[in-house]
T-cell receptor, first 114, second 113 residues
Framework: NAGVTQTPKFQVLKTGQSMTLQCAQDMNHEYMSWYRQDPGMGLRLIHYSVGAGITDQGEVPNGYNVSRSTTEDFPLRLLSAAPSQTSVYFC?????????????FGSGTRLTVV | AQSVTQPDIHITVSEGASLELRCNYSYGATPYLFWYVQSPGQGLQLLLKYFSGDTLVQGIKGFEAEFKRSQSSFNLRKPSVHWSDAAEYFCAVGSGNAGKSTFGDGTTLTVKP
């Protein structure tokens, strides 16, 4: 089925470890974004991309890196995990060309940093 | 800077009753406005959107929303709520670049039998 695929679904890291959250979409969407969701705080934008090779920072970019070498993939890298990065991470994609313009969200990655 | 306020953190309605969820936004130009729904443990699903034109927009699952520029509001409504509507609802504002949508903190809807 077409959509946004996030892996892994769950992850536990130790403080200081690094990891990459994977995100892939098969809808040829030009926009892709990473959000984190914390209780009572809605979704906050970490990084976003408007096309392959183009990325920009969102509201809370510190401690995270992204790259977009292809239209399909938009991985999020945690450089040195901290307990404050415990959260649920959502990847989303969208296209201004789509009749249903707006985000399509992945099912999320629940990350715990101990 | 763009921002979204959802004044109601939690709303409880009886099944079959009408529903209105409030959303106020701040944006410097003509906004793109969205409502999303999130069921527990799931990602967000787009309910409806407004870009321009008719200020009353229809969405999926029987929801509608009305854009009122003078009040900077985009409230979500449903005439008769079903138990399956219990979820968290998010209002969002963005530009033509959907990658920069800003979300409100969400409203949790509980439906009483």
């Amino acid at each position: 089925n077409a959509g946004v695929t996030q892996t892994p679904k769950f992850q536990v890291l130790k403080t200081g470890q690094s990891m990459t959250l994977q995100c892939a979409q098969d809808m040829n969407h030009e926009y892709m974004s990473w959000y984190r969701q914390d209780p009572g705080m809605g979704l906050r934008l970490i990084h976003y991309s408007v096309g392959a090779g183009i990325t920009d920072q969102g509201e809370v970019p510190n401690g995270y890196n992204v790259s977009r070498s292809t239209t399909e993939d938009f991985p999020l890298r945690l450089l040195s995990a901290a307990p404050s990065q415990t959260s649920v991470y959502f990847c989303a994609s969208g296209s201004i060309r789509s009749r249903n313009y707006g985000y399509t969200f992945g099912s999320g990655t629940r990350l715990t940093v101990v | 800077a763009q921002s979204v306020t959802q004044p109601d953190i939690h709303i409880t309605v009886s099944e079959g009753a009408s529903l209105e969820l409030r959303c106020n936004y701040s944006y410097g130009a003509t906004p793109y406005l969205f409502w999303y729904v999130q069921s527990p443990g799931q990602g967000l699903q787009l309910l409806l959107k407004y870009f321009s034109g008719d200020t009353l927009v229809q969405g999926i699952k029987g929801f509608e929303a009305e854009f009122k520029r003078s009040q900077s509001s985009f409230n979500l409504r449903k005439p008769s709520v079903h138990w399956s509507d219990a979820a968290e609802y998010f209002c969002a504002v963005g530009s033509g670049n959907a990658g920069k949508s800003t979300f409100g903190d969400g409203t949790t809807l509980t439906v009483k039998p």
